[in-house]
């Protein structure tokens, strides 16, 4: 695999095709500035290949030559079910595009794992109500973080995985999980990926890190999409730049862009316009 496709078809096609296999991204921006809508068109697109091709051809288009499509679309949730993310999808594109690509997504909810310890009550984030009989044979869940790492190494090989999000660790650091352990785990991703010839993008909110921690996740990456709000006069903006991307950067340096504007329609993130250096 030379490059797996974002599944957003101008700047895959800017990218020539998508991103270098074996890649980590960071998707990390303000609140609603596009991050989290990139991160959902990505996963549907890439569903949808598999799913409808018709529909994905009136969305998409073509695939690159020099990409290749993942084998799987993978979405790891920290804190929300895979009922309220479908739901959440249906906000960000038409919802034709989620009704065919939702079954060829695995999701993954780690909110049992990542809640067990917390004092939110266990039926806020159980599906189903267990008998005591059940309780007693199942134990308690894994560690959030090995949970993860397991599923990753069992999924992960030429794959698209969506994890959403850091920022949920963040607010999970602790006496028990410190600020290192997740920063390892991001590098130890980052390895991995290598070797999966799989594309990771890994969702997070910027208001809710220091720079340090934001620092340490850029190094983890093998690169940083910015998603941001820009105001002019009366009307906001969304806009992209590439902060920081091994083999990717290099492409838009030499087309002299520095940032995209981007835009939400029924086909999902999208770009609208590209600055130039003048």
Not at 27 to 53: I, K, V
Not at 120 to 136: F, K, M, Q
Request: charged letters at 25%; a negative charge; hydrophobic letters at 40%.
């Amino acid at each position: 695999m030379s490059s797996v496709p974002f599944g957003v078809a101008r700047l895959d096609s800017l990218l020539g095709g998508g991103a270098p296999a074996g890649s980590v991204v960071l998707l990390a921006g303000e609140a609603g500035a596009g991050a989290r809508e990139f991160c959902y068109t990505s996963a549907a697109m890439n569903a949808l290949a598999g799913a409808d091709e018709e529909l994905f051809d009136l969305y998409y288009g073509d695939v690159d030559a020099d990409a290749t499509l993942p084998e799987s679309v993978h979405y790891i949730s920290f804190t929300a079910d895979t009922e309220a993310i479908t739901r959440e999808m249906g906000y960000t594109m038409d919802s034709e595009i989620v009704d065919a690509a939702v079954d060829e997504i695995s999701f993954r909810d780690l909110s049992p794992e990542y809640f067990q310890l917390s004092p939110v009550p266990r039926d806020w984030y159980e599906t189903a109500t267990a008998s005591i009989t059940e309780l007693g044979d199942r134990g308690e869940y894994e560690d959030v973080l090995t949970a993860f790492g397991d599923y990753l190494s069992e999924h992960g090989e030429r794959s698209l995985v969506c994890i959403d999000s850091v920022t949920d660790l963040v607010s999970m650091v602790s006496d028990d999980t410190d600020w290192s352990d997740v920063a390892m785990v991001m590098k130890g991703l980052k390895k991995a990926a290598y070797e999966w010839d799989a594309l990771v993008l890994v969702l997070v909110n910027t208001d809710a890190l220091r720079d340090r921690e934001f620092g340490t996740l850029m190094d983890a990456a093998g690169g940083t999409l910015q998603f941001s709000w820009e105001s002019g006069g009366s009307q906001r903006a969304r806009t992209m730049f590439v902060r920081e991307f091994r083999g990717v950067l290099s492409r838009l340096e030499a087309e002299n862009i520095v940032r995209f504007e981007t835009e939400i329609h029924e086909g999902g993130f999208d770009i609208s316009d590209v600055r130039k250096i003048r």
